[in-house]
């Protein structure tokens, strides 16, 4: 069984912030990516710790930013 540490998540967070930051396509697909993620059943149920990695890291990449935390408080659950 794999363990959910905070190296587990910060490291994979880290690299996507980083690409993030590189191109603007890179923040479409990563968008993209999470999206997919959050609607697939198998990566958020399914899968050990998948909501866990996937929401930690959605709320790390929008941490201190306006705009993205505006548009999630306006999508609602």
Not at 10 to 26: C, F, M, Q, V, W
Not at 40 to 52: E, K
Not at 63 to 68: A, C, I, L, T
């Amino acid at each position: 069984m794999a363990l959910i540490t905070s190296g587990s998540l910060e490291i994979p967070t880290g690299a996507l912030l980083a690409l993030s930051h590189k191109h603007a396509d890179n923040r479409e697909t990563i968008a993209k990516l999470i999206v997919a993620k959050l609607t697939s059943r198998i990566a958020m149920v399914q899968t050990l710790g998948g909501a866990v990695r996937v929401l930690y890291s959605v709320s790390k990449l929008s941490s201190g930013n306006q705009v993205v935390c505006l548009m999630a408080s306006l999508i609602g659950p």
